[in-house]
């Protein structure tokens, strides 16, 4: 088939790399793009997701793992540490992994660890959180920071040499729908035309093809209701800097702030909401709290929702095309890839007629409506820390901003800790647990009442023992097989002014 991507940046060249590397040769892609337009940048982490298309788990790799952290400023990433979330502020951390006994229930490791040491040492029931408690590299999931500029045009770089892909530098200006609903065609600048059989937007939040084929838009304001973005970005002060593989998730007076380590500087921003403080308002907090002055590189309007359809005749949206679930916990490229892939492995066939069924549609349209919704549940219930010390913050914690999922969950951790059990799909429900702790809503009393209620102390404290005690060497043993580029980039002696390591 010929495959049209509209719109570079990283959700485009990452959809057109994994498409004719998945089916070599099947399909030809051409991939349009406007470089007067750019990129909205403004996030800098990922998931493991990421972590499995560089190191080749879902096809051919595009490089070794060196050769894309170099190119992209890279650095570990094993969690996010939140700050201030909770009524009694203070930090949890969040890794990106699940406790070691994630698939029982209950929970051995998990529920031995919050009823031992409390809920904000939850972590240790993880390999990463072992790995972050001891300071050093060695888990076996991670994921990265990056410049996320530079990843769109790494994944471009690498297909340079490839005779399935056609690059058009050019600007849409009118998107042809013939009378069956297809997209029949594309204009561009300078009287050009593009035809295709199938199309991905990826034209981030003008979503222009989607637009032109009459999608709605599904919107979760009601529950993420912040709805700017006040990215900047900081350099390293000192000469010598202790690079963490964590992002930071400050929360402060209308939103939160992220902080991102790269090689070469600091990513951070500001996501807030717009009715209860200004973008001066948003920058003069900033500055007060870094006591430095910043120079945003811009001001972000986003609404946080999804499609009605993310597949609708000959056209899939991904990206902020598709949907934007605000940064929080990085599920952009993570969902970017999770929707190629399942349509690369479940949806795409050889032919437009076969890959064109409304069965397909629909299946395909299902499943990423219950992944992003799934999102919106998992990131409201890190608003659910009773802080009430702002007009925000009051107005997150009342009943009317929590979804009907996170009322259920917020019910059930009086009296039950929530398992995989409990979710429609457990390939990250693991996360809810993290934050639930850090924020104090499962407790140690309720995490030592399971135990005893199961009579599973013992065998809880044995289970954990021997995995504490055994994952030192494990991670020290990791470690010789990590790059000695990937260790010095996180660990430590960063030098200025040239900003080079050693």
């Given amino acids: 088939m010929n495959i049209v991507v509209c719109g570079g940046g990283t959700a485009g060249w990452i959809a057109a790399y994994m498409l004719v590397t998945a089916h070599p040769g099947r399909h030809n892609v051409t991939v349009i793009e406007s470089t007067e337009i750019g990129i909205v940048g403004a996030g800098e982490g990922s998931t493991g997701a990421l972590t499995n298309v560089i190191k080749g788990y879902y096809m051919k790799p595009p490089s070794d793992e060196k050769t894309f952290m170099s190119k992209t400023n890279a650095t570990y990433k094993y969690g996010i540490n939140h700050v201030n979330w909770g009524k009694e502020k203070g930090s949890y951390f969040a890794p990106l992994d699940g406790s070691f006994t994630k698939q029982l229930s209950p929970n051995l490791g998990f529920n031995h660890v919050v009823a031992t040491y409390g809920g904000k040492k939850a972590y240790l029931s993880s390999e990463i959180g072992q790995a972050y408690e001891l300071g050093k590299m060695g888990a076996t999931n991670y994921s990265y920071h990056f410049d996320a500029f530079k990843v769109g045009a790494y994944f471009k770089e690498c297909l340079e040499d490839n005779p399935n892909i056609t690059h058009i530098d050019s600007k849409i200006l009118d998107v042809i729908v013939s009378s069956s609903g297809n997209i029949e065609k594309l204009y561009l600048e300078d009287e050009k035309e593009v035809s295709g059989d199938f199309f991905i937007d990826c034209t981030g939040f003008s979503r222009l093809l989607m637009t032109k084929l009459g999608v709605g838009w599904h919107?979760?304001?009601?529950?993420?209701?912040?709805?700017?973005?006040?990215?900047?970005?900081?350099?390293?002060?000192?000469?010598?800097?202790?690079?963490?593989?964590?992002?930071?998730?400050?929360?402060?007076?209308?939103?939160?702030?992220?902080?991102?380590?790269?090689?070469?500087?600091?990513?951070?921003?500001?996501?807030?909401?717009?009715?209860?403080?200004?973008?001066?308002?948003?920058?003069?907090?900033?500055?007060?709290?870094?006591?430095?002055?910043?120079?945003?590189?811009?001001?972000?309007?986003?609404?946080?929702?999804?499609l009605e359809s993310l597949w609708k005749n000959n056209c899939m949206a991904t990206g902020l095309a598709g949907a934007f679930n605000e940064p929080l916990e990085a599920t952009s490229i993570h969902s970017t890839i999770y929707q190629i892939t399942t349509f690369i492995f479940n949806h795409l066939t050889d032919s437009v007629e076969t890959t064109l069924t409304e069965e397909n549609i629909q299946g395909y349209n299902r499943e990423m409506r219950d992944l992003y919704d799934g999102y919106k549940d998992f990131l409201n219930v890190h608003y659910q820390g009773g802080r009430d010390d702002t007009e925000f913050w009051r107005h997150m914690n009342s009943e009317e901003t929590q979804t009907d999922f996170v009322k259920e969950i917020l019910v059930r951790v009086k009296s039950k800790i929530p398992t995989s059990f409990n979710f429609e799909s457990d390939s990250y429900s693991f996360l809810w647990n993290w934050v639930l702790a850090g924020l104090g809503l499962i407790t140690p009393e309720l995490a030592k009442k399971e135990l005893e209620m199961f009579n599973m102390e013992e065998d809880a404290k044995h289970r954990y023992d021997t995995f504490s005690n055994g994952i030192t060497g494990f991670i020290e043993s990791r470690r010789s097989s990590i790059p000695d580029f990937a260790l010095r980039a996180n660990h430590l002696t960063y030098h200025g002014p040239d900003k080079t390591f050693y």
């Fill in 219 to 306: 919107s979760y304001k009601k529950y993420l209701p912040v709805d700017r973005g006040m990215p900047f970005l900081l350099d390293y002060e000192n000469d010598q800097v202790d690079i963490k593989p964590m992002t930071t998730a400050h929360a402060l007076s209308a939103g939160w702030m992220w902080q991102i380590p790269l090689q070469n500087r600091m990513g951070c921003g500001y996501v807030y909401n717009s009715d209860f403080i200004s973008e001066e308002g948003a920058q003069a907090e900033i500055e007060k709290l870094l006591k430095r002055k910043i120079t945003p590189i811009r001001h972000l309007k986003f609404e946080s929702g999804r």
